[in-house]
């Protein structure tokens, strides 16, 4: 609290009393303008003339947050399995950042749920069209192509993603699932001796596959980006 220009000031070593204000001004600044005083000492003479004192601004806007940050922090909300399928639709090529166990299954999940089912209704409309068996089986192999052809990219992307969380690299994701799935794709009608051999391989490797997709992602952030479950880890 600052003290009035009118208190009385006694005078050391004499009876006079002077006030705060005859002190400051016969100051070796008092005669300084305002741009060359000190801000302590314009602070103080404008609080001894009973001016009013500068107050904190309360406006502050408080620093903002990129998404990123957002959810290494908070982390991602928990989706229903079918929530997932969705959101691993909309992010159909997107091969960047880290996937939960949760969304991996819930995708596959339902992947298999709509082959089964398609399937199915495409075998009761061949025996309502009363189709012979060779144009049964044509149609049905011409739809699962199409299914396939559909849903692998997204189907890749999110095991990448799945990968990321476990702090693997795009390359584990390429030699551990992708060739090996893109192999039984394209190749699994050859029937051959290297074939055959290349097949057992790849039936090792999606165990391996079917081992991590089962694993806990690792805690916090890591190079691919921030942890999915970072909130339920609280």
């Avoid at 600052?2 to 705060?20: E, K």
């Avoid at 950042?97 to 999940?109: H, I, K, P, T």
């Avoid at 192999?183 to 699994?188: D, E, G, I, N, V």
Wanted: include cysteine.
């Amino acid at each position: 609290m600052g003290l009035a220009a009118s208190t009385q000031l006694r005078q050391y070593g004499g009876p006079n009393t002077l006030t705060l204000g005859q002190v400051l001004a016969s100051s070796p600044m008092s005669g300084a303008t305002d741009e060359t005083r000190m801000p302590s000492q314009q602070a103080l003479i404008d609080d001894a003339s009973g001016s009013t004192m500068m107050q904190p601004d309360n406006n502050v806007t408080p620093p903002a947050f990129t998404h990123q940050q957002e959810s290494a922090m908070v982390g991602e909300p928990r989706l229903s399995l079918w929530g997932y399928f969705v959101k691993c639709m909309k992010n159909y090529a997107n091969f960047k950042g880290r996937a939960r166990r949760r969304e991996y299954w819930g995708f596959f999940l339902f992947l298999c749920l709509i082959m089964i089912v398609s399937s199915l209704l495409f075998g009761m409309i061949i025996g309502i069209l009363q189709l012979d068996e060779s144009a049964g089986d044509t149609i049905i192999d011409v739809y699962i192509w199409v299914v396939y052809l559909i849903f692998l990219l997204p189907l890749w992307a999110v095991a990448c993603r799945r990968f990321h969380d476990l702090d693997r690299s795009t390359k584990n994701f390429a030699l551990l699932y992708a060739l090996p799935s893109g192999f039984y794709l394209f190749f699994s009608e050859i029937q051959n001796t290297f074939f055959m051999a290349l097949k057992v391989v790849c039936g090792i490797l999606a165990l391996v596959c079917l081992i991590l997709f089962c694993t806990d992602g690792v805690d916090g952030e890591n190079e691919y980006g921030p942890d999915p479950k970072a909130a339920e880890r609280e």
